[in-house]
């Protein structure tokens, strides 16, 4: 596609469910990264792919938190059990391998009541 | 490890008027350096990136952001703010290749221009 795509836009969801993101990158962008922009932060590092290697995981929060990519194109965030420290917006963001600039999606912003 | 600071959470100008937001960064080699904007509701745009050479780069929108080295900051700059020029502003460092950790990004500037 032209651009990023992320879906949901928007998710509002009850304490203790599960959710997924969705992220469709840039044909032919072999990265990868899922962000998390908490209210008032910066992007906290998630995941990050590259090809068909192991993913990069070191900055998921913590085990109810996982991904995947399947085929080397479209990536799912699930988070599990979720709570309310939970809600941020989840940006995804691809680049071309060995490069440095990253192209966002315009994020899926979730809730947690 | 790497870090940005943007020792600005908000800064408020006039329109027409000038405008520099600071970035200070730590970083053990020579960095790669972003700045990114990012509208209510939109993910993050590229405004400009320094690489190597020029020490002075341009980017979209008449943005332009000088390194200086031994100061350790990739300061924004644009000589004459428009209202759509009201967003978030994020500073950003890598390293050469990408990277797993992708970019390190500072906690944002929150610009407010003023009619």
């Known amino acids: 596609g032209a651009g990023v795509s992320q879906s949901p836009s928007n998710k509002v969801t009850e304490k203790g469910k599960d959710v997924e993101l969705r992220c469709d990158p840039i044909?032919?962008?072999?990265?990868l990264y899922w962000y998390r922009q908490s209210l008032g932060q910066g992007l906290e590092f998630l995941i990050y792919?590259?090809?068909?290697?192991?993913?990069?995981k070191s900055g998921l929060p913590s085990d109810r938190f996982s991904a995947e990519r399947t085929g080397g194109s479209v990536s799912t965030l699930t988070i599990q059990r979720t709570q309310q420290e939970d809600s941020a917006v989840y940006l995804c963001?691809?680049?071309?391998?060995?490069?440095?600039?990253?192209?966002f999606g315009a994020g899926s912003r979730l809730t947690v009541l | 490890a790497q870090s940005v600071t943007q020792p600005d959470i908000h800064i408020t100008v006039s329109e027409g008027a000038s405008l520099e937001l600071r970035c200070n960064y730590s970083?053990?080699?020579?960095?790669?350096l972003f700045w990114y904007v990012q509208s209510p509701g939109q993910g993050l745009q590229l405004l400009l990136k320094?690489?190597?050479?020029?020490?002075l780069v341009q980017g979209i929108k008449g943005f332009e952001a000088e390194f200086k080295r031994s100061q350790s900051s990739f300061n924004l700059r644009k000589p004459s703010v428009h209202w759509s020029d009201a967003a978030e502003y994020f500073c950003?460092?890598?390293?050469?290749?990408?990277?797993?950790?992708?970019?390190?990004f500072g906690k944002g500037t929150h610009l407010i221009i003023q009619p």
């Open positions: 963001a691809s680049s071309l391998v060995g490069a440095n600039v990253l192209t």
């Open positions: 044909s032919g962008h072999t990265a």
């Open positions: 792919f590259q090809g068909n290697s192991a993913p990069d």
């Open positions: 970083y053990g080699a020579t960095p790669y």
């Open positions: 320094y690489f190597s050479g020029d020490t």
């Open positions: 950003a460092v890598g390293e050469e290749g990408g990277g797993a950790d992708g970019l390190t």
